[in-house]
């Protein structure tokens, strides 16, 4: 596949990585030379210099050849304009576009996106992708990470063990025998800087980070076990009123049966939130103000969600609201070189927009084959959901047969409203979902895997 990147921020150059390491021919568009340069440098790309919406840009980049174009530039209306001119005058097939504001998302504007007015295919908000992993955190308190496959019917969860874990030095095998009925697969574990697919006798140590699939239905069960089951969130406070911190207030406001405090230092934003959200309190204030934050009720909150447009702010918001008493914090962070600092400042959980807006732009570039798509572990692994075509060396095959590569385990096998887990007797079918979490080099071999024979290994 031929594909043309506009963008060589941080998403464009994940989104680069991604495809011209799954062997793809990718150029990145972006007016700054620097930039281009650095991406062109680090990863096996071409580079073009210009607007990615400009005609002339576009030819050069290959866009009469190109069968995909992903805008992703700091401009929602250059990234329109490049769809627009990608299909107009290129005819390129698909075309995806980061659109941050919310007013071209409103529901009253549903057909402005459609292939007789501006043709994009995918429209892609940060701000509501991240807000919705939050909330996702939300249902989830215990986990650090959480992922949603086959229309809710299975979660991948990340669970961190600490020295008071009950399963902290057991093994898969020992838990499994210790909780007969329990239905899970732990799928990978992340020691220090590394992440590998634990065998059945490997040990699960205090300090690890592990990936678990499971039954949506046996996630406060599994959150128990492991020791990091929460009381059920009744109070929230968010830090910043921006898209996020509204989407989120929002959202909780309509779930009901939770009690929301925002607050944001800028007055007139925090004016417009508290126009349109109708039972959260909203404060204007600095949300490293102490005094402010305990009027925010942050002792007595379950969670306090950090998300300014500072990194800083959030994380000390983060740390200031764990001294005060918050059960748990979650901080927003754009710059991947503080996330080495999570276990140092006690925050629990740190949301990166890149990844998470990475992972569902690849999910659509998928699309056909791999229905789902995590990105994990700071990107080296991910979680991949396919559908097992007729032609699927899968199909036919029972647990116990599947050879897969060093590298890949199977999650789960979801046929309708049945789950078939690892632990399970069962044979794969045509049209079943397969789950398999994969070291991020292999993920080309995977994608195969839901196609061709396993000869291809």
Same mark, same amino acid.
């Given at each position: 596949m031929k594909a043309i990147v506009c963008g060589a921020g941080q998403v464009g150059v994940g989104i680069a990585r991604a495809l011209a390491r799954e062997g793809n021919s990718v150029t990145v568009v972006d007016w700054s030379t620097e930039l281009v340069d650095n991406v062109v440098t680090d990863l096996d790309v071409q580079g073009v210099v210009g607007h990615g919406s400009h005609p002339d840009v576009l030819e050069r980049a290959g866009a009469r050849q190109a069968d995909l174009l992903v805008a992703v530039t700091h401009s929602d209306e250059t990234n329109m304009v490049a769809c627009q001119v990608a299909h107009s005058l290129f005819h390129t097939p698909t075309r995806i576009a980061r659109?941050?504001?919310?007013?071209?998302?409103?529901?009253?504007?549903?057909?402005?996106?459609?292939t007789g007015n501006m043709p994009v295919d995918v429209v892609i908000s940060p701000e509501l992708?991240?807000?919705?992993?939050?909330?996702?955190?939300?249902?989830?308190?215990g986990a650090f990470n959480t992922a949603v496959f086959s229309g809710g019917r299975v979660q991948l969860l990340g669970l961190r063990l600490d020295e008071h874990s009950p399963v902290a030095g057991s093994t898969t095998e020992q838990v499994m025998e210790l909780f007969p009925d329990l239905r899970l697969a732990v799928v990978g574990v992340q020691r220090e800087q590394t992440l590998f697919i634990p065998k059945m006798h490997d040990p699960l140590l205090a300090g690890d980070d592990v990936y678990v699939v499971t039954e949506s239905r046996q996630v406060r069960r599994i959150l128990d076990i492991f020791?990091?089951?929460?009381?059920?969130?009744?109070?929230?406070?968010?830090?910043?009123?921006?898209n996020i911190g509204v989407y989120v207030a929002?959202?909780?406001?309509?779930?009901?049966?939770?009690?929301?405090? &925002?607050?944001?230092?800028?007055?007139?934003?925090? $004016?417009?939130? @508290?126009? !349109?959200?109708?039972?959260? =309190?909203?404060?204007?204030?600095?949300?490293?103000?102490?005094k402010l934050m305990h009027e925010a009720g942050v002792r007595e909150a379950e969670l306090v969600v950090c998300v300014t447009?500072?990194?800083?702010?959030?994380?000390?918001?983060?740390?200031?609201?764990?001294?005060?008493?918050?059960?748990?914090?979650?901080?927003?962070?754009?710059?991947?070189?503080?996330?080495?600092?999570?276990?140092?400042?006690?925050?629990?959980?740190?949301?990166?927009?890149?990844?998470?807006?990475?992972?569902?732009?690849?999910?659509?570039?998928?699309?056909?084959?791999?229905?789902?798509?995590?990105? &994990?572990?700071?990107?080296?692994?991910?979680?991949? $959901?396919?559908? @097992?075509? !007729?032609?699927?060396?899968? =199909?036919?095959?029972?647990?116990?047969e599947l050879e897969l590569p060093d590298g890949v385990a199977l999650g789960a096998v979801v046929r309708g409203d049945k789950v078939i887990l690892p632990c399970d007797e069962g044979r794969i079918r045509e049209n079943d979902r397969v789950l398999l979490f994969c070291n991020t080099a292999l993920i080309p071999k995977v994608e195969h895997l839901f196609r061709v024979s396993l000869e291809y290994f």
């Open positions: 659109v941050r504001a919310q007013n071209y998302l409103d529901p009253a504007w549903g057909d402005l996106f459609s992708e991240v807000g919705r992993a939050i909330l996702q955190r939300v249902e989830t308190p020791g990091r089951s929460s009381e059920q969130i009744r109070r929230v406070v968010v830090v910043g009123a921006g929002r959202a909780l406001e309509r779930a009901g049966g939770v009690k929301v405090r &925002l607050i944001e230092a800028n007055k007139a934003r925090a $004016e417009a939130a @508290a126009e !349109s959200l109708k039972k959260t =309190v909203v404060l204007h204030g600095d949300g490293l103000d102490a447009n500072d990194d800083k702010v959030n994380m000390l918001s983060a740390v200031m609201a764990k001294r005060e008493g918050a059960e748990r914090a979650l901080s927003l962070i754009n710059d991947r070189g503080f996330e080495g600092l999570r276990d140092a400042l006690g925050i629990d959980v740190l949301i990166d927009p890149r990844a998470t807006t990475v992972s569902t732009i690849l999910q659509h570039i998928r699309r056909g084959r791999i229905t789902g798509l995590q990105s &994990l572990g700071g990107g080296q692994a991910e979680a991949l $959901e396919g559908i @097992a075509l !007729s032609t699927s060396p899968l =199909v036919g095959k029972t647990l116990d």
